[in-house]
């Protein structure tokens, strides 16, 4: 325990020895600080000396400046900061004393006073009763206003929402978000729905999955990488719109995009295809930012976005050709892309088909540069595996991946609603997983039973709720927008 620490705990002790509970919690504030900033904002010093009201407010002290028989404090609540006014003469001798001794920066306190201005004109409370409600016994960093040690802000995010008012503006844009999303879906009759979190099998996307087990049924479970194949078995159902905004896991690596647990949107629609979801994401997306920013032009560290509808369409053979200035054609061709993938330093394992090669390629040269928002389409049925052929492309899928500022947003298709197609590709997702590929789905039989029973011609799309708030909010890192991010353990 630190000197600080200690001489806190210390007083802690000398309240409860003088009978004086350190954490009461008999205190009802009636307002908040932005309350009383917008109610007083226009009335001048000599009007507020005529104004009677007498207000309770609560919040941490921020900063103390004391000046023997008087101090100002700095209040913080939910709603910002309002300065407090402590005479001795008004708040009495001893229970002005037992302040003066026992409260300081970091105390979580409740004042009861009139509001006044003061020589310099700003609005203030003068207290007539102040109690303390929580002693603080760790203290805030010395220059709390300035925590930009970003292990300690993500480990310690208690302190990093104390000292950093803009973290906490980062999760209520979050909250706005999230309202705003499910409004939208309700407001065109999609439902939402709540689907296992706790698996038998890791299916519904091709990830690497969290492993937990079930004691008293002796059964390996999986962490859900995605809500897909539970969906799509309520369109069977009948319920023909549906979405699920929920955790997913992915036993995946740590970076600024990816964090082991994140937050998915997935939504499912009967009797409509990959093209009126377009239709629909451009419509969300422009809509949300709109909401959120005030306007579909961001900025995003540093570059400019417009979120204004339409968005971007391109094919990623299209995309690929352009980037290494070859033929759509020759993208078919094994010895090309093998090539291509030679000349960028790019190993392709030898289990790997066209379609894997292609979007390797993709991803090395062409996501990184789509800036604007920009839907992706077509891509090869190898990566695709629960997602309906294209007409006249077998080879290709009615699928597409919403990019903006070089990453992945989201990642929509026509569904797969044949039941022998879709035996067939999880056989060959089999075969891959027993080659050794980790993140190969399972063999799902009861799904391919419920598409026997008739899944109606549908599509669906997964959004990355994390990402998208990145995007608005301006942060770097997903840990700038999930409260408490999976880190290594301390030393």
Same mark, same amino acid.
């Given at each position: ?7 806190? &705990? ?14 009461? $919690? ?6 908040? !600080? ?40 700095? #209040? ?47 609005? =203030?409370?003068?207290?007539? *009763? ?5 002693? &603080? ?19 310690? @995010?208690?302190?990093? #929402?104390?000292? $950093? ?35 038998? #099998? ?21 962490? @859900?990488?995605?809500?897909? #194949? ?10 023909? @719109?549906?979405?699920?905004? $929920?955790?997913?896991?992915? $036993? ?19 009797? !409509? ?30 570059? =400019?976005? &417009? ?60 996501? &990184? ?14 990566? =695709? ?15 597409? *991946? ?5 990453? *992945? ?67 770097? =890192? ?14």
């Amino acid at each position: 325990m630190d000197e600080q620490t200690l001489q806190r &705990s210390n007083k802690r002790q000398a309240l409860r020895d003088l009978g004086v509970d350190p954490y009461a $919690n008999d205190f009802q504030p009636d307002c908040h !600080a932005e309350d009383l900033h917008q109610r007083y904002a226009s009335v001048e010093k000599e009007a507020l000396e005529e104004v009677e009201d007498v207000y309770r407010v609560a919040g941490r002290i921020m900063a103390l400046r004391s000046f023997g028989k008087a101090a100002f404090l700095k #209040l913080a609540d939910r709603s910002g900061h309002i300065q407090i006014f402590v005479q001795k003469n008004k708040l009495g001798e001893e229970p002005f004393a037992l302040f003066k001794k026992f409260v300081e920066v970091g105390d979580i306190v409740g004042v009861v006073g009139r509001p006044m201005r003061t020589k310099t004109g700003e609005l =203030s409370i003068l207290a007539a *009763e102040l109690k303390l409600l929580t002693k &603080s016994i760790m203290p805030l960093p010395e220059k709390w206003h300035g925590l930009k040690d970003v292990e300690i802000r993500y480990r310690r @995010r208690y302190l990093d #929402l104390v000292v $950093n008012p803009e973290v906490r503006e980062t999760f209520e844009l979050r909250a706005r978000v999230i309202r705003f999303v499910r409004d939208f879906l309700e407001k065109r009759a999609y439902i939402e729905v709540e689907t296992p979190m706790m698996n038998r #099998l890791a299916g519904g996307a091709t990830a690497r999955p969290f492993v937990t087990h079930h004691n008293t049924m002796d059964m390996e479970l999986f962490m @859900r990488v995605a809500p897909e #194949l539970f969906l799509k078995r309520l369109l069977v159902g009948g319920l023909e @719109r549906v979405y699920e905004l $929920n955790r997913c896991f992915r $036993n995946e690596g740590i970076s600024t995009q990816h964090n082991p647990e994140f937050t998915m949107l997935e939504f499912y629609q009967a009797f !409509a295809t990959y093209e009126d979801l377009m239709d629909l994401t451009e419509q969300m997306l422009s809509a949300l930012a709109l909401e959120i920013r005030g306007s579909q032009d961001l900025t995003y560290q540093g570059q =400019s976005i &417009s979120m204004a509808a339409p968005f971007a369409r391109l094919r990623v053979h299209e995309a690929v050709a352009k980037a290494y200035e070859v033929s759509e054609a020759e993208l078919d061709d094994m010895a090309t892309l093998q090539r291509l993938a030679a000349g960028i330093g790019l190993e392709i394992p030898g289990d790997w088909g066209t379609g894997k090669c292609l979007m390797a390629l993709f991803e090395e040269k062409v996501e &990184s540069t789509l800036i604007q928002p920009t839907f992706v389409c077509d891509f090869p049925l190898e990566v =695709s595996p629960l997602s309906r052929k294209k007409m006249g492309r077998p080879d290709l899928v009615d699928r597409f *991946e919403l990019y903006i500022a070089g990453r *992945e947003m989201a990642n929509a298709f026509s569904e797969l609603n044949d039941p022998d197609d879709q035996r067939e590709r999880f056989t060959a997702q089999m075969q891959a997983k027993a080659a050794g590929d980790a993140e190969a789905m399972p063999f799902d039989e009861d799904y391919v039973e419920a598409l026997e029973l008739g899944m109606p011609p549908a599509a669906g799309e997964g959004i990355g709720i994390d990402r998208l708030i990145m995007l608005l909010a301006d942060a770097p =890192s997903i840990r700038d927008v999930i409260l408490f991010p999976l880190l290594r353990p301390e030393n």
